[in-house]
């Protein structure tokens, strides 16, 4: 049974920052791809950012560019999302997600595991 499970939202005021992290067990995801998605009330799930296995070159939405930094923890199986300057337009649940798969992507659909998710709320 594999389990993806988020942690690090919470309410912080616009520009502020968060850490999240996704705790991956069951399975190692060393050579999978990883990503962030996120999705606000009323809108679909929409892509943050992707790891690939190695780690190397992350993909991010243009919105978080500079601001937002994924990264992945292969000893303890974990993925983080650095956030910083925090607008209230990044209000959402953040969700984890892992796929079978090396490279990074920015379609959902090609995810094959998530995360319950963690709210984020910015006020302004």
């Known amino acids: 049974q594999v389990q993806l499970v988020e942690s690090g939202g919470g309410l912080v005021q616009a520009g502020g920052s968060l850490r999240l992290s996704c705790a991956a067990s069951?399975?190692?995801?060393?050579?999978?791809?990883m990503g962030w998605f996120r999705q606000a009330p009323g809108k679909e799930r929409d892509f943050v950012a992707s790891?690939?296995?190695?780690?190397?070159?992350?993909h991010y939405k243009d919105s978080v560019k500079g601001r937002f930094t994924i990264s992945r923890d292969t000893d303890r199986n974990t993925l983080n999302l650095q956030t910083k300057g925090l607008k209230p337009e990044d209000t959402a649940v953040y969700y984890c997600?892992?796929?079978?798969?090396?490279?990074?992507?920015?379609?959902?659909?090609?995810?094959?595991?998530w995360g319950q998710g963690t709210q984020v709320t910015v006020s302004s």
């Open positions: 069951g399975r190692t995801f060393n050579n999978y791809a």
């Open positions: 997600a892992g796929r079978v798969a090396p490279a990074v992507a920015s379609d959902p659909g090609l995810y094959n595991y």
């Open positions: 790891i690939s296995w190695s780690g190397g070159t992350p």
